[in-house]
């Protein structure tokens, strides 16, 4: 039975903007417990997800998984075009059959951890029809909306696992200097160590001055934002997985737990305590 409170809760636009402004250099985000589609049809901008960079084409199918970090940076007033479509984890589940997994595409068995992928011209017209169709009629009041709009986000999410099921595995140029890709897996590598700006640059062979600088322009966040993020979502997954306080304190890299518990409750909205009993 389709729930309409599901159908509902899914996020989803289609729009064009002739004067899209993103900021000078807007930061990294993530979505904790939503999954991302997003389909770039036209514009001039960069698009990154996690240790990647690259300039999108018309028909550039990108998914992102909850807690990915994630930006888009436009770079001129050029009419942007685009769709996005943000669902949680029940909403997929509840979609799929017992043969077919909706989820497939964002969890797939090669274990890449980029996926993304070029739609043919048929393929993008088919996806902007499904999409147009769907919020037409999730915004209607017809009798029958709710199958209407059901039938309409499943055709789109099985014509998303067969682009990325039967993909021809399109090689995509990876833009982010090496210096920030260096970077980011050393923090994640050393999350524990106690790692300063001064010691990454010394690791990886490079002035404080400049690496700070480069960090900031290719990510819109100061290494010290970067660091602490990556700890608090270390904690969180800890949390997740039923870890004490006090451990997944330590597992993420915090060295004083009354600060941990300040900063974790001051990020997430709500304490360590509480998060891991919600998450249990």
């Known amino acids: 039975m389709i729930d309409i409170d599901l159908i509902n809760g899914i996020g989803c636009f289609h729009r064009t903007f002739a004067d899209f402004v993103t ?47 994630h930006r888009c940076l436009v770079l001129d007033n050029s009419p942007y075009e685009r769709i996005v479509i943000n669902m949680n984890r029940e909403c997929l589940n509840a979609l799929s059959s017992e043969h077919s997994n909706l989820l497939t595409c964002f969890h797939p068995d090669s274990q890449n951890t980029f996926r993304i992928t070029q739609i043919s011209p048929s393929t993008l017209t088919k996806f902007v029809t499904y999409t147009d169709d769907f919020l037409r009629y999730q915004q209607s009041d017809i009798w029958g909306k709710d199958l209407l709009a059901a039938t309409c986000i499943i055709r789109l999410l099985v014509l998303i696992n067969q ?3 039967f993909c021809k595995g399109e090689k995509f140029n990876n833009i982010m200097p090496e210096i920030v890709i260096e970077t980011m897996r050393y923090i994640e590598a050393h999350l524990t160590d106690g790692i300063t700006l001064s010691g990454i640059a010394e690791k990886l062979n490079y002035s404080s001055n400049y690496l700070s600088k480069q960090f900031k322009i290719h990510t819109g966040l100061t290494l010290r934002e970067y660091i602490f993020d990556k700890k608090i979502e270390a904690a969180k997954s800890a949390l997740q997985e039923g870890m004490s306080v006090s451990n997944a304190c330590t597992t993420a890299g915090f060295n004083d737990y009354a600060n941990f518990i300040r900063s974790f409750t001051k990020k997430t909205g709500i304490s360590p305590g509480r998060y891991r009993a919600e998450h249990d």
């Open 23 to 69: 900021g000078a250099n807007p930061p990294y985000h993530r979505h904790e417990d939503t999954y991302e589609i997003y389909l770039y049809i036209k514009g001039n901008l960069k698009m990154y997800v996690e240790q990647h960079c690259f300039i999108p084409s018309p028909g550039t199918l990108v998914l992102v998984r909850p807690n990915e970090l």
């Open 163 to 165: 682009c990325f099921l």
